[in-house]
């Protein structure tokens, strides 16, 4: 079966601190991943996808990257952390229409 | 418009009680449709996806109306444990293009 894990689970990081965030799949090949961003009482904002090695696709634009050096692992990184960039980060890949989450990381930005 | 649109809520309802939620697209393009579930600082998981004939799941009902843009669900018999935020998902085009979540509808079954 399909797992999919993403750490740490939390995180404080000061202001101008750098950021990677790793999240690898496991029982499926070529998945599509996808990074999201859920702020405090707030929806889920898609952040980023990637359909293949090293193909990313932006939705908005921010302080944020992505890549995806191996098939089955997707990073979240940023150069320097923004106290807006603070918020639970999912992870998650797509399988036969529906969506699978990791347990998420929750990044406070002090 | 955004892409997905819900009632925030709170929904506040007693035990046993029937709720529903309703929710809107603005792409006419969408091909697939779900309703996640989301307890308090946990992940999304999947509650039902919903099909153009409407679905049903034990106490769940889903219900898809292409012409006016909107899905819904329905709750019967709502219990303590389905206290959540209920997330309206829609797909962009059909294959596995991102999907695009609504902000979510909280529900507070009380006792």
């Known amino acids: 079966s399909q797992t999919i894990h993403q750490w740490p689970a939390t995180l404080v990081q000061p202001v101008g601190s750098p950021l990677s965030l790793e999240c690898t799949v496991e029982?499926?090949?070529?998945?599509?991943l996808y990074w999201y961003r859920q702020a405090a009482g707030r929806g889920l904002q898609l952040l980023f996808y990637?359909?293949?090695?090293?193909?990313i696709s932006s939705e908005v634009p921010q302080n944020l990257s992505a890549s995806r050096p191996q098939d089955r692992q997707f990073i979240l990184s940023s150069k320097k952390l923004l106290l807006s960039d603070s918020g639970f980060y999912l992870c998650?890949?797509?399988?036969?229409?529906?969506?699978?989450f990791g347990q998420g990381t929750r990044l406070t930005v002090v | 418009r955004k892409e997905v649109e819900q009632d925030p809520g709170p929904f506040n309802v007693p035990e046993g009680a029937t709720v529903a939620f309703n929710c809107t697209y603005s792409?006419?393009?969408?091909?697939?449709f779900f309703w996640y579930r989301q307890d308090c600082r946990k992940e999304p998981k999947l509650l039902m996806s919903?099909?153009?004939s409407g679905n049903e799941d034990g106490r769940f009902t889903a219900q898809l109306n292409r012409a006016s843009q909107y899905i819904s669900l329905l709750i019967r018999d709502s219990k303590l444990s389905d206290s959540a935020t209920y997330l309206c998902?829609?797909?962009?085009?059909?294959?596995?293009?991102?999907?695009?979540f609504g902000k979510g509808t909280r529900l507070s079954v009380i006792a």
């Open positions: 998650a890949w797509r399988g036969t229409g529906r969506a699978f």
């Open positions: 029982g499926t090949s070529n998945p599509n």
């Open positions: 990637s359909v293949g090695i090293g193909q």
């Open positions: 792409n006419s393009a969408s091909q697939s």
């Open positions: 919903v099909y153009s």
């Open positions: 998902v829609v797909n962009r085009r059909s294959g596995n293009t991102p999907l695009v």
